[in-house]
Nanobody, 117 residues
Framework: QVHLVESGGGLVQAGGSLRLSCAAS????????MGWYRQAPGKQRELVAS???????FYQDSVKGRFTISKDNADNTVSPQMNSLKPEDTAVYYC???????????WGKGTLVTVSS
């Protein structure tokens, strides 16, 4: 069973930066996509950024140029660096690991990011 543990959320002023981190353990598969989703109050969960084991990276348009996602393959940690944060970035951020061959889809418990104006 895959376990995902997030860290790094918190309160920051608009224009500030935060770095989230997600550590995966418990049988991480070779071929997978790790990413970060977020869910703001009253809104649907949305994909923010993702990174495949093949190196393909996706960013949601609203975070392009502000967020950078990176992965440490040695310890299966995915970390988005979030710069120039805006109040609309306020949400609970969830780490996700998807393994296409088995259709396995795993979630962390989430970490709250609050950006004050």
């Amino acid at each position: 069973q895959v376990h995902l543990v997030e860290s790094g959320g918190g309160l920051v002023q608009a224009g500030g930066s935060l770095r989230l981190s997600c550590a995966a353990s418990g049988g991480v598969f070779m071929l997978h996509t790790m990413g970060w989703y977020r869910q703001a109050p009253g809104k649907q969960r949305e994909l923010v950024a993702s990174l495949t084991t093949g190196g393909a990276i996706f960013y949601q348009d609203s975070v392009k140029g502000r967020f950078t996602i990176s992965k440490d393959n040695a310890d299966n940690t995915v970390s988005p660096q979030m710069n120039s944060l805006k109040p609309e970035d306020t949400a609970v951020y969830y780490c996700n690991l998807y393994h296409p061959p088995s259709n396995g889809n795993y979630w962390g418990k989430g970490t709250l990011v609050t950006v004050s104006s």
